[in-house]
């Protein structure tokens, strides 16, 4: 059961890299999280916002929609949303180390998402966008 | 100021501030690199004391120091490091690149 909601909509300025995943971790402490848990959700949204504003939006500006869900008060989903350019290879693009972004960038950007967290799917459609969502139940704790 | 630039010989320390994600990197990048061309230091210390988060933009913050750095045959140590931050350069493997000091560990 879907136990709380959060939707929230941004354009693609890199200066909202950092407001999006402090949003979204604030949003996430009410469950009481560990440090460890709070922070992979925060690197992971990190990564999803910045493929959205390097890759999706490359040239341009659009907005990205991230839906965040609280699934039985334990477990938390996370989709992030654009209408960019769509990937054109989405095994490709999820390889560690592939990158488009040029010399500074690693190409670990899903690599991060799929470690930190407990799963994650990838969507995209050329020239409509790409939809990322990932998953990750939180730990038990004992009150 | 991001970066703060200390020179003893041929060590540079670069005591770096805030938060690394894409839109902080570029600053930090060119202050890092203006410090190793000024220099020419045998050896380059990143310290992230003061770095309360990175995502993968670090990754590609520190991979592309350790390349100019080589270019000079000069080494790359980074130190105080936190939990989170450890994290994401151990899954990029970093520490193939470099002497990496978790946070308290000197």
């Known amino acids: 059961m879907i136990t709380n909601v959060l939707k929230l909509v941004i354009p693609s300025k890199s200066s909202n890299e950092s407001f999006a995943r402090v949003a979204v971790a604030s949003f996430v402490a009410q469950l009481d999280p560990t440090l460890e848990e709070i922070n992979d959700i925060k690197t992971a949204v990190s990564e999803a916002v910045t493929n959205c504003i390097v890759h999706a939006y490359k040239e341009s500006m659009g907005n990205i929609y991230i839906t965040v869900q609280v699934i039985d008060n334990l477990t938390v989903k996370i989709k992030v949303r654009d209408n960019g350019c769509g990937i054109d290879n989405i095994k490709q693009a999820m390889q560690p180390l592939f990158t488009t972004g040029g010399e500074e960038r690693a190409g670990l950007g899903f690599a991060v998402m799929e470690s930190f967290m407990d799963k994650l799917s990838v969507k995209s459609k050329d020239g409509k966008g790409t939809v990322v969502t990932m998953q990750k139940k939180l730990s038990i704790r004992i009150s | ?106």
């Open chain 2, 1 to 106: 100021m991001p970066v703060k630039i200390d020179v003893n010989g041929e060590l540079v320390t670069a005591y770096l501030e805030g938060e690394i994600d894409h839109h902080s990197a570029r600053v930090m990048r060119n202050d890092i690199d203006s410090a190793i061309e000024r220099n020419m230091p045998s050896m380059l210390i990143l310290d992230f004391r003061d770095i309360s988060f990175m995502d993968s933009s670090g990754i590609g913050l520190v991979m592309g120091r350790y390349k100019n750095l080589k270019k000079n045959n000069a080494e790359l140590h980074i130190t105080n490091t936190s939990p989170q931050i450890y994290k994401v350069m151990k899954l990029a493997g970093l520490e193939r690149l470099a002497k990496i000091d978790k946070v308290g560990s000197k």
